[in-house]
């Protein structure tokens, strides 16, 4: 039978910040004689040796049934892998080492992996600092300057002309500058051509030009808007069979022959046409 027993104050051991802990053992003598007794640590699971010590005589002598307070030293370097480890406390006799042992419970613990270091912003003088902030205020004020020069550098002003609501009857112009139908030709702007009883268009008149967008917000296109679209002296269809783009609530617009923008609305669509529509001037 071993000489000796050994217990163990607890099965896990906490590492602190620095990687350091104790563990707590109690080595008995359970013999009747007087013994030396050699305390060895026993790292596990890939633990190295160098990371235990035996506080104080790891060579101790026991009186007969006598115990000893072991206090095994863990000192884990922050390079060590994270995992999981442990270790045992063997005691040995020195009589008969080979023969009269005893092997320690296992005491567990764990390597945290380390935090990675914030790196500090290095330092810089602060007239350096003075100069960065100078040049990006600078950047940021030509920016701003850029933008209101590119959209209201012009000076440009939208004058409205006309607007209302009424009806263009079929086979009649409308004329976009004065806000007027009539059955004649000059100075309309478009004209409600009936080629048939079915076929149907929207047609430019006198230099005039026109362009549908669609069904769209009436009220959210801008005089800016309409003197940056494309225009031509292509018809608008508004068959009563068959292709049909002035549907109610379709929004055109014309480039007048006045050199005027408007915006027409097919409030309802017929042989005679509703219409809602703004005519603006465009100035500077």
Do not use: C
């Not at 419970?105 to 100078?134: C, N, R, T």
């Amino acid at each position: 039978m071993p000489s000796f027993t050994v217990t163990a104050a607890g099965q896990r051991v906490n590492l602190g910040v620095s990687g350091t802990a104790q563990a707590s053992f109690t080595v008995t003598n359970t013999s009747t004689q007087t013994l030396k007794g050699r305390m060895m640590t026993r790292p596990a699971d890939s633990a190295s040796p160098e990371w235990f010590s035996v506080a104080g005589e790891s060579v101790r002598d026991f009186a007969p049934n006598a115990a000893e307070q072991v206090v095994v030293q863990l000192s884990v370097p922050q390079t060590a892998p994270p995992g999981a480890y442990s270790f045992r406390l063997d005691a040995v006799s020195e009589v008969d080492p080979d023969e009269d042992f005893t092997e320690g419970p296992s005491v567990a613990f764990d390597v945290e992996a380390q935090p990675v270091p914030k790196k500090k912003f290095p330092w810089v003088p602060w007239w350096i600092l003075a100069i960065i902030g100078a040049v990006l205020l600078a950047i940021i004020i030509g920016i701003v300057i850029w933008l209101l020069v590119r959209d209201g550098g012009s000076g440009s002003e939208a004058t409205v002309v006309t607007s209302g609501t009424g009806t263009l009857r079929g086979t009649w112009l409308w004329d976009a500058d004065t806000g007027t139908e009539s059955n004649t030709g000059p100075p309309a702007d478009m004209w409600w051509e009936q080629q048939t009883a079915v076929l149907r268009r929207m047609t430019p008149r006198n230099n005039a030009t026109l362009v549908n967008l669609g069904v769209v917000d009436f009220d959210a296109v801008d005089a800016d808007q309409l003197s940056k679209l494309t225009y031509a002296a292509t018809p608008i269809p508004g068959n009563a069979e068959g292709p049909n783009q002035l549907v109610n609530g379709d929004v055109f617009a014309v480039h007048s022959t006045d050199g005027n923008f408007a915006k027409f609305k097919v409030l309802s669509y017929g042989y005679n046409l509703g219409i809602q529509w703004v005519t603006y001037r465009i100035s500077g």
